[in-house]
């Protein structure tokens, strides 16, 4: 039986506009004038000091010392009035087991076990969450996927990585893992697959309904 291990943003739980909004709003305040659009295209699956550091590079940018805590602390508070599970994942979660399942995220570790709880999928990870803050270096690098098989005492090439950016999909691939991608959260979910496929994804899919499947006919 594989272990799998699934990202967070956009493939458990639909924050990825959330997160954008937050991210614009950010950068605003500090002279970046961005589209949602734009910063989703860009950054989605990239840590925040990374988008920090391409703004600084591109357009001269400073930053306060505390933005990735601003960032956190309003984006926590939208998760309370604002954040869902992405359509059809309990469900799929449920098919897949019973068995445990573990995270690997490009978010600091705090946000995702919020995320997890307000969605009430904290029952499928349980503490199973690795993030960049465990790793020396987050996605695009393997590092993040190598340390969540190590946990889950796996070798990563009997892990299966459902994963819905190239960012995310590189790293896995890169860690030796099957990859999955999914495509069902991102707004131009046709092209978003050839993408996916082209950073090393075994096969894609657009709804959760057609994970479990996926896994008991092994099409990846």
Not at 22 to 31: S, Y
Not at 71 to 85: C, I, M, P, Q, V
Not at 162 to 177: I, N
């Amino acid at each position: 039986m594989p272990h799998f291990i699934f990202d967070c943003d956009g493939v458990l739980v639909d924050s990825e506009p959330l997160s954008m909004r937050i991210d614009v709003q950010i950068l605003a305040e500090n002279g970046v004038i961005i589209s949602e659009a734009e910063a989703h295209r860009r950054f989605v699956g990239k840590t925040f000091a990374a988008m920090l550091e391409e703004m600084r590079r591109e357009f001269g940018a400073t930053f306060p010392a505390d933005a990735s805590e601003q960032k956190d602390l309003r984006l926590l508070k939208l998760y309370g009035t604002d954040l869902r599970a992405v359509d059809g994942v309990e469900s799929a979660l449920e098919a897949l087991g019973p068995q445990h399942f573990s995270v690997a995220s490009n978010s600091p570790c705090e946000r995702v076990d919020t995320a997890l709880r307000i969605t009430g999928l904290t029952r499928f990870f349980g503490n199973r969450i690795t993030s960049f803050e465990h790793v020396a270096r987050g996605k695009p690098e393997p590092d993040v996927f190598i340390e969540a098989a190590r946990r889950a005492g796996c070798a990563p090439e009997d892990c299966i990585v459902v994963e819905d950016s190239v960012t995310g999909v590189t790293a896995a691939h890169r860690a030796g893992c099957r990859v999955l991608g999914f495509t069902g959260t991102h707004p131009h979910p046709d092209g978003q697959a050839r993408k996916l496929l082209a950073a090393g994804a075994r096969t894609v899919f657009r709804t959760m309904a057609e994970l479990p499947k996926l896994v008991s006919e092994r099409m990846f």
